[in-house]
């Protein structure tokens, strides 16, 4: 048995996301129906994240088990091969430890949220940011993120569907930087709770919207209060970027 | 009557082109349908450049003319409503001069094709770049441009349905730049023929993959003849970026 690391990019579109689920397409059904075609096996696929529908990868770390004797170009290629039609690639394969786990040995996961700022609709990049009209003020996001950043107790920003056993986590990085019409918020820490980095970009969006004050932000972390959610962002804009390893 | 110059983006993918057809759907009827449903008024959409079937645009220069009294804000506003959900975006409006026209007035015109240089399939960037996967040599595809730039008979890079007086063009730029797995080539000139930048770009690709050797440019220039074309690039890497006027 060889375990293997795969570095996935998907476009999360057409997917109900990562977790396998009987009531539609998701990343993990993709992954294991190609890796079955190709070797007759029946794996379970794990990821360092589970992304929620809608949500894009660039590059998440992805593990699965397999018997059969294959090479790493084998394998990239045939799993991309059967893949398809699914937005779903195989960017790198890598033989791992039997012990490595995808999930549980990852130790930071850093995300990319895109915002259109711009009035008219988008044609191109339809689905892969979250568009907003009116002009964001980029200084005054920067300021409200930075109440973010550190060890807090995120209830405020945690969906009421979330698992984890604790709200408390230590955000890392939350920066924001406009590029010409383009606002890019990323996110790093160890581990995300679920909605978290949605929650946080929705409230940072009526921060740069000017309906709330950066100290909001403050406030609204302080409450540990889910109703003190701003805004949850679509997930369109939502991007796992990568996952570290020791 | 007032004369609109609108600055449309678009998604080339469900296109039959910018032109008007019978058998498909057009940038250029989209367009005018949507202007006939906001003023009634049958109008003729006019572009810097007419785009294949495929081919995107990021800014392409459109003009109508239009007897209704509309501010800018109105109708930009109104044809992008219009537009949905066709995946065309009106991202400025102006009025211009009765004599100004689209494709008259313009004295350069300014095209990207992208490239992804990767052995995996497209999943997110789908549709939106030619993806290539053995490595190019950027190096020797720029040599291999140097010898296009300039005055030249570019028969062998025009298609049989070119419809231009004369296979002599002045090339002003062509620039060939990887950014990490993207190979982006800019071509720059007064005006174009039919196919050339898909057709030069296709060359290019030869030259990067060492099947031809960057002079092997030179002798298909040199050769006026498109039975000497190497290879034709898929449309769906080319965006029409900007036009210029005095």
Known sequence: MTRWKLILEWDGAPFMGWQRQDH??????SVERAAFQMTGET???HAAGRTDAGVHALA???????????TEHRLREGLNALLRPDPVAVLRVERVADD???RFSCIGRRYLYRIANRRAPLTLEAGKAWRIGPHLDV????????????????????SVHCQSDSPVKTLDV????????EIHIRAEARSFLHHQVRSMTGCL?????????PEDMRKALEAKDRAALGL??????????EAVYP
Chains 1, 2 share one sequence.
């Open 60 to 70: 998440m770390a992805v593990h699965i088990d397999l018997a059969k004797d294959v």
């Open 205 to 213: 969006a009526m921060v740069g919207l000017g309906r709330w004050e």
């Open 174 to 181: 939350l920066s924001v930087e406009r590029e010409d019409e």
């Open 232 to 241: 949850n962002a679509p997930p369109d804009g939502l991007y796992f970027v």
């Open 24 to 29: 539609g397409p998701s990343v993990q059904a």
């Open 139 to 158: 200084g005054a996001m920067r300021e409200g993120a930075s109440y973010l950043v550190g060890r807090h107790d995120f209830t405020t920003f945690r």
């Open 43 to 45: 794996v379970t696929a």
């Open 100 to 102: 490595w786990h995808a």
